[in-house]
């Protein structure tokens, strides 16, 4: 239970993927260089045990991302609406109670 005063927040898991992974490049000397590039990862979104959507996602909050798409949406009226959101890369699903 939340303390007095003390916002309302959903079980969120943290899965954070790093933003970028390294490549290797040849730059325009010839030289082979390592050079980090952007990669989105999809990841489904599940609400109640049904499929909504897939969203494509640099993984830094993937947790906050599906909140903010339900609000946007409104698919949901409040955060206090969510019980919990579960983020599994391993399936690339994200599950909203």
């Known amino acids: 239970m939340n303390a007095p005063n003390t916002p309302y927040r959903p079980l969120l898991t943290n899965a954070a993927r790093p ?3 390294t490549v ?3 730059d325009e000397t010839g030289a082979a260089r390592d050079t980090p590039i952007a ?3 999809p990841l489904t979104l599940f609400v109640d045990k049904r499929e909504l959507v897939t969203l494509m ?3 830094a ?3 906050l991302l599906a909140l903010g798409y339900l609000r946007n949406q ?3 009226d409040s955060v206090e609406a969510v019980e919990s959101v ?3 890369w391993d399936v690339g699903a ?3 109670k």
Do not use: C, K, N, W
């Open 19 to 21: 933003s970028t992974f």
């Open 24 to 26: 290797r490049a040849t």
């Open 39 to 41: 990669g989105e990862h």
């Open 57 to 59: 996602t640099l993984g």
């Open 61 to 63: 909050v993937p947790e």
């Open 74 to 76: 409104r698919l949901v």
């Open 86 to 88: 579960t983020v599994d």
């Open 94 to 96: 994200a599950a909203v």
